[in-house]
């Protein structure tokens, strides 16, 4: 199969032919239809991620087809249309036993630990744990923009932040992850402010339900205090940044929550005199687990968000590495998704 292949951390990858996946007992491998192209995948890239092993091919966004399932997998079968979490889950472990798969202590991730979906099919483990099945109407691009940066936003906004209507929401970073988030939350009938230094960025947020929109410079946490008449319910770090970490603690009213969903560097200081005296809650989402997918899909399905407007470029797997090389210096607005079959 043809597919992107990383042989250096941060120099450009090729495609290039490699061995077929091999569906183990327990998996799937499917033909990927579609997949995002997202942040964590440039991270990896550039070699910020311990468990990639090179050569290596990333992605972890998929939509796509069975066309191969191991002896054990029950219920699915070759032709079945599906998409998977970005966390593969043993669905043996005590945090998988509890319904908690997006923490599987024993998890697999597809285009870190181990080769991933910028290929023109791709393995799944714990098939009978991880696929989800889509309904007829929602197409694979659309899906693939579900698997990491829409189902973190959605689990993020409703289920950890725990969004009510009427909630005044501060979402910081309008990439992928930052629109779904804005589009989320506005639909639970929130009033959002997005936040981000791009305009094009910022304009798109508008256009799917931000009723704010703020630079983010200095002085960002002091805008939002002034329009929410004394700070956020609810913030949300869709970028991963200390200075924005920051900003996002201190534009929170008393009681406010903090959700923390773009990745940190390790050496991360937190006012903790506010957090204490003022009672914030700052809380950690890492993806969504499957059989969580129904309602996502549920309110995709009443059209009460549309992922699919999100998706601003498509592209093939030869114009891959042009696009990784171009997220070190810019981000592209809305959402990258790959046809790895395109021009076969």
């Known amino acids: ?21 091999v569906a183990p007992d327990h998996g799937v491998v499917l033909r990927v239809a579609a997949t995002g192209l997202c942040r964590s995948d440039w991270h990896g890239w550039q070699g910020h991620d311990p468990d990639i092993r090179l050569p290596h091919v990333p992605g972890h966004e998929i939509a796509g087809t069975i066309v191969a ?19 593969c889950a ?3 472990c005590d945090q998988c ?24 099919y791709v393995a799944v483990p714990w098939a009978q744990v991880n696929l989800v099945r889509l309904p007829d109407g929602l197409g694979f691009d659309e899906a693939a ?3 990491c940066r829409f189902a973190t936003a959605y689990r993020a906004v409703r289920q950890v932040g725990r969004v009510s209507a009427g909630d005044r ?60 008449g004394g700070g956020a319910q609810l913030s949300i770090d869709a970028i991963g940044s200390a200075q924005v970490a920051q900003s996002a ?49 549920e309110l995709v399905g009443s059209g009460a968000v549309r992922p699919g407007d999100l998706v601003t470029r498509i592209i093939g797997l030869s114009e891959v590495p042009g696009a990784l090389a171009a997220m070190s210096t810019a981000s592209t607005p809305g959402v990258t998704v790959i046809h790895p079959l395109a021009g076969r």
């Not at 597919?3 to 996946?21: K, N, R, T």
């Not at 903790?272 to 059989?291: D, K, N, P, Y």
Request: aromatic share 6%; charged share 15%.
């Open 249 to 297: 603690l201190q534009c929170l009213r008393p009681r406010g929550r903090h959700v923390q969903i773009g990745l940190l560097p390790g050496d991360v200081t937190l006012d903790m005199t506010a957090l204490i005296s003022r009672e914030l809650q700052w809380l950690g989402s890492h993806g969504m687990a499957a059989h969580e997918y129904p309602g996502m899909l």
């Open 169 to 228: 929401v501060a979402v910081f970073g309008c990439g992928g992850a930052g629109l779904a988030a804005v589009m989320i939350a506005a639909a639970s009938g929130a009033e959002v402010i997005a936040i981000d230094i791009s305009p094009a960025a910022l304009a798109l947020a508008a256009r799917h339900g931000a009723a704010h929109t703020l630079d983010a410079g200095p002085g960002v946490a002091g805008h939002v205090r002034e329009i929410t």
């Open 69 to 87: 399932a191991g002896r054990e997998v029950r219920g699915w079968s070759a032709g079945d249309r599906v998409t998977v979490p970005f966390v």
């Open 90 to 92: 043993c669905g043996a």
């Open 97 to 120: 036993r509890d319904g908690n798969q997006q923490v599987c202590l024993n998890q697999e991730q597809p285009g870190f630990s181990y080769w991933g979906s910028f290929a023109e």
């Open 145 to 147: 923009s579900l698997g």
């Open 1 to 21: 199969m043809r597919a992107i292949l990383v042989e250096q951390f941060g120099v450009s990858p090729a495609v290039a032919d490699v061995p077929d996946p």
